[in-house]
């Protein structure tokens, strides 16, 4: 089933293995570099069905660090289609993941401390700037303070989302990603820990909470062509007590396919801190260990879903796929160790045995490595 073709909307993959997002803070000044073309290019080369993009910030103050990808200026659009034409010439579906980093914008890159900026960043000239949350509520003692959304500034980041989305269909992308986890911008206004706004935008109504998220995802619906699916990645729950829940996942998600959003990619975590860090969690971090999210939200809302989180093996993801707890499934960091993770992955499962899924500049070399291979009595 994982070399099973899917069609989402207009838009057909070759499987149902995606690279997901994945920020590699080596923007300048938000145009993507060569570094993108190649890493993400040896993906598609790799075998994936579809490679996303990294989340991709719809305006400068909502880049995570100095070194993000922005999609806010139409200067923009021509980096970004270099890369989605040669993805699609790979032969995978080129895709790319909105974001807005909210209160955990203006940070050091990982490599630098993961954390708020320091003098030594400041020296490199990676200055501070402003970060917008639904709140005042800051991450914790050492973040900036940021300023709190008026409703007029929900309305203009609305128009924000929408002009990226339209930025991203010139760039040739054919599925968009919106990011409301890992404690960013749309995550802390369904986050209670994060939202407790006075008004119809936040506080302790879930319909409060979800309004503005919803609100874009209908913008970006009606923003991006019809043809083309549209994902949403959620933080299936916070993981700290008294946070978003996966009952507040089932919820929105009902309203998410309401509102036209095809695909509900579930993550957990990062409310509270990075989602990837050694913080202090409620959930182990096991491999697969966030499948049962997608799993719930497949088979209780009837939406597609792709499964993320440690998925380490073939096996492993054509078991989550044969129990029908999600549609894809989406590595990333194993892609990273691995940028052939699809192609082995067809190996493993008897998909390829004649290096057919390769490409040609390589299958037609290591079907004759296999055939010297064998000659030589060692079995690969």
């Known amino acids: 089933m994982l070399f099973d073709r899917i069609r989402l909307r207009e838009v057909e993959a070759r499987n149902r293995i995606v690279v997901s997002p994945m920020c590699q803070y080596s923007a300048r000044d938000g145009h993507v570099t060569d570094w993108h073309l190649v890493h993400l290019g040896k993906f598609a ?89 639904p709140t005042t509520k800051s991450l914790g003692a050492d973040w900036l303070t940021p300023r709190a959304l008026s409703k007029t500034d929900l309305l203009q980041l609305i128009d924000a989302y929408k002009a990226a989305a339209q930025r991203a269909h010139r760039a ?10 890992h404690g960013y911008l ?16 936040g506080g302790g109504s879930l319909e409060n909470r979800t309004r503005f998220p919803l609100e874009v995802a209908r913008a970006v619906r009606e923003s991006w062509p019809q043809d083309k699916p549209l994902f949403v990645r959620l933080s299936s729950i916070d993981d700290v007590e008294g946070g978003w ?24 975590g990062g409310i509270l801190g990075s989602a990837t860090a050694a913080v202090k969690t409620l959930l182990p971090r096991v491999p697969g260990f966030q499948i049962p999210f997608a799993d719930r939200v497949r088979k209780e809302v009837g939406i597609k879903t792709m499964a993320v989180g440690m998925i380490l093996t073939a096996q492993q993801a054509e078991a989550a796929l044969a129990a029908g707890s999600a549609d894809l499934i989406a590595v990333g960091r194993e892609a990273l160790y691995d940028a052939n993770w699809p192609l082995h992955a067809a190996r493993a499962l008897g998909a390829d045995p004649d290096y057919a899924m390769w490409p040609v500049q390589y299958g037609w070399w290591l079907t004759r490595r296999e055939s010297a291979l064998r000659k030589a009595g060692i079995e690969r």
């Open 186 to 201: 749309l995550h802390t206004f369904l986050s209670p820990l994060s939202n407790d706004r006075g008004d119809e935008y």
């Open 45 to 133: 080369q790799g075998g994936a069905g579809i490679v996303f993009m990294e989340a991709t910030a719809v305006e400068a103050r909502g880049r995570i660090t100095h070194g993000d990808t922005g999609i806010w200026d139409d200067a923009q659009v021509p980096g970004l289609s270099r890369i989605s034409r040669f993805l699609r010439e790979q032969g995978a579906v080129p895709a790319i993941q909105l974001a807005h980093a909210g209160r955990k914008a203006s940070m050091a890159r990982p490599w630098y401390g993961n954390g708020p900026l320091t003098q030594a960043d400041l020296d490199r000239g990676d200055k501070a700037w402003e970060t917008v949350a």
């Open 172 to 181: 040739g992308f054919e599925a968009v990603e919106l990011h409301a986890a």
């Open 245 to 268: 829940s996966l009952e507040d996942t089932l919820r929105f998600a009902r309203k998410l396919k309401d509102a036209g959003v095809d695909v509900v990619d579930c993550s957990s």
